[in-house]
């Protein structure tokens, strides 16, 4: 006898446009790409979810920061195997009549017969992904993409494409996401190439992706001349997806008014600005070029040509040796900005990366890093200050480690 005939709870499932979703018990909740992929699970409280390369991470919260590990081999093979027993539960469930699907509010209703063949058909589709074929994937992904490092949450779920690698600058102390690769810039014809293995990649679960994200770590430095047939190609591929990405204030300054504004032509409509903080002396210190003034006079350019901005405000940097200062600027920063409805302000934990060159730097120069209770402090004052200052923009948390790919 299976699990779910000596359950006493409703087999569920939630089916959306781009996701399936089934709980055989409540303890066990695996969602399905359009694909049939799985592509996250809720196990015991504990929540998982797979990269497009087939790797499995958890997430956990340490010191009062979230935190992203990897799930080794073994234990991900259980995690796909548990999406086939749940898959083929579901199947035996859809049969008997037994399956129901959520009305709201611990309410469940059974499907109607066009839903019922909609599941049964996307069933199918997950039966065929045994834990051997989705092993392949990570080939495929590879095949598609250069590793991909950071996003802006708001991003997560966006088609990723790789207009550039790297970063131009690369040389932030506290950066290490773009150290083991040169700023590269691709040609258009190798990026239609990349455009196209991304979308075969993920095949019908491209609907459930929202917008595209032009990678790597500041993509719009380069000049509108460059730009222009890459945005070609996206409209070529995906006409209707709005485009968001990266740039630093040292990059995008460069560019006036009125090239923003092609670029909102040709279909960016989010740029996601790093400040870090409003401090120039904690900006040297970190080597980012640029001041708040620059950064300033950046976002309203931005904001002129009619284009939504994330700015992203580090907490914790500098450490106790800077903690009041970069408090007292950063606030002072964003109250000049002009942002409004539509727009972001993201607080991100600072994470001192090992091997970094910040690491090396506050060791030497005996820098204290604020404790946990210090840095939860530091993110009340400024989430305040940034409710404050910018009451119509949004404010929100970003954990860096939270990305999968």
């Given at each position: 006898?299976?699990?779910?005939?000596?359950?006493?709870?409703?087999?569920?499932?939630?089916?959306?446009?781009?996701?399936?979703?089934?709980?055989?018990?409540?303890?066990?909740?695996?969602?399905?790409?359009?694909?049939?992929?799985?592509?996250?699970?809720?196990?015991?409280?504990?929540?998982?979810?797979?990269?497009?390369?087939?790797?499995?991470?958890?997430?956990?919260?340490?010191?009062?920061?979230?935190?992203?590990?990897?799930?080794?081999?073994?234990?991900?093979?259980?995690?796909?195997?548990?999406?086939?027993?749940?898959?083929?539960?579901?199947?035996?469930?859809?049969?008997?009549?037994?399956?129901?699907?959520?009305?709201?509010?611990?309410?469940?209703?059974?499907?109607?017969?066009?839903?019922?063949?909609?599941?049964?058909?996307?069933?199918?589709?997950?039966?065929?992904?045994?834990?051997?074929?989705?092993?392949?994937?990570?080939?495929?992904?590879?095949?598609?993409?250069?590793?991909?490092?950071?996003?802006?949450?708001?991003?997560?779920?966006?088609?990723?494409?790789?207009?550039?690698?790297?970063?131009?600058?690369?040389?932030?102390?506290?950066?290490?996401?773009?150290?083991?690769?040169?700023?590269?810039?691709?040609?258009?014809?190798?990026?239609?190439?990349?455009?196209?293995?991304?979308?075969?990649?993920?095949?019908?679960?491209?609907?459930?992706?929202?917008?595209?994200?032009?990678?790597?770590?500041?993509?719009?430095?380069?000049?509108?001349?460059?730009?222009?047939?890459?945005?070609?190609?996206?409209?070529?591929?995906?006409p209707e997806q709005p485009v968001s990405s990266?740039?630093?204030?040292?990059?995008?300054?460069?560019?006036?008014?009125?090239?923003?504004?092609?670029?909102?032509?040709?279909?960016?409509?989010?740029?996601?600005?790093g400040l870090e903080t409003g401090s120039d002396?904690?900006?040297?210190?970190?080597?980012?070029?640029?001041?708040?003034?620059?950064?300033?006079?950046?976002?309203?350019?931005?904001?002129?040509?009619?284009?939504?901005?994330?700015?992203?405000?580090?907490?914790?940097?500098?450490?106790?040796?800077?903690?009041?200062?970069?408090?007292?600027?950063?606030?002072?920063?964003?109250?000049?900005?002009?942002?409004?409805?539509?727009?972001?302000?993201?607080?991100?934990?600072?994470?001192?990366?090992?091997?970094?060159?910040?690491?090396?730097?506050?060791?030497?120069?005996?820098?204290?890093?604020?404790?946990?209770?210090?840095?939860?402090?530091?993110?009340?004052?400024?989430?305040?200050?940034?409710?404050?200052?910018?009451?119509?923009?949004?404010?929100?948390?970003?954990?860096i480690d939270e990305f999968v790919d």
């Amino acid at each position: 006898m299976s699990a779910f005939a000596a359950a006493e709870v409703p087999f569920l499932v939630s089916l959306q446009a781009a996701a399936t979703t089934l709980s055989r018990n409540r303890r066990e909740v695996v969602s399905f790409d359009a694909e049939g992929r799985p592509q996250s699970w809720m196990v015991e409280g504990r929540t998982y979810k797979r990269s497009l390369a087939s790797e499995v991470f958890g997430r956990r919260t340490v010191d009062g920061v979230r935190r992203r590990w990897r799930v080794d081999v073994a234990d991900a093979e259980a995690h796909f195997r548990l999406a086939q027993e749940v898959a083929a539960e579901a199947e035996e469930a859809l049969a008997a009549g037994r399956l129901r699907r959520s009305a709201g509010a611990e309410r469940f209703r059974p499907l109607t017969d066009d839903e019922s063949a909609e599941l049964a058909a996307r069933v199918g589709r997950m039966r065929a992904w045994d834990p051997a074929r989705l092993a392949g994937e990570r080939q495929r992904f590879l095949a598609a993409y250069e590793p991909v490092s950071i996003l802006p949450p708001d991003q997560y779920n966006a088609v990723v494409l790789q207009a550039t690698y790297g970063c131009s600058w690369n040389r932030c102390t506290f950066c290490t996401f773009y150290q083991d690769r040169p700023f590269r810039v691709r040609e258009v014809g190798a990026f239609a190439e990349h455009v196209d293995a991304v979308l075969e990649l993920l095949g019908r679960a491209v609907r459930g992706r929202r917008g595209v994200f032009f990678g790597d770590g500041n993509a719009l430095v380069l000049s509108n001349a460059r730009l222009e047939p890459l945005f070609a190609e996206v409209r070529r591929a995906m006409p209707e997806q709005p485009v968001s990405s990266f740039v630093d204030v040292f990059g995008g300054e460069r560019k006036p008014v009125e090239a923003w504004r092609e670029l909102a032509s040709w279909g960016l409509t989010r740029v996601a600005v790093g400040l870090e903080t409003g401090s120039d002396a904690l900006l040297s210190y970190l080597n980012k070029p640029g001041s708040a003034d620059e950064a300033a006079a950046f976002v309203a350019t931005l904001k002129e040509a009619g284009l939504a901005v994330s700015v992203i405000v580090m907490v914790g940097a500098g450490g106790e040796r800077f903690a009041a200062e970069h408090e007292r600027d950063t606030a002072a920063l964003l109250d000049r900005l002009p942002l409004g409805g539509g727009d972001l302000v993201y607080l991100s934990p600072f994470v001192v990366q090992p091997g970094s060159a910040y690491q090396a730097r506050a060791a030497a120069d005996g820098l204290r890093p604020l404790s946990a209770d210090e840095r939860a402090a530091q993110y009340e004052r400024l989430w305040t200050a940034a409710r404050v200052t910018v009451p119509e923009a949004r404010t929100a948390l970003y954990h860096i480690d939270e990305f999968v790919d």
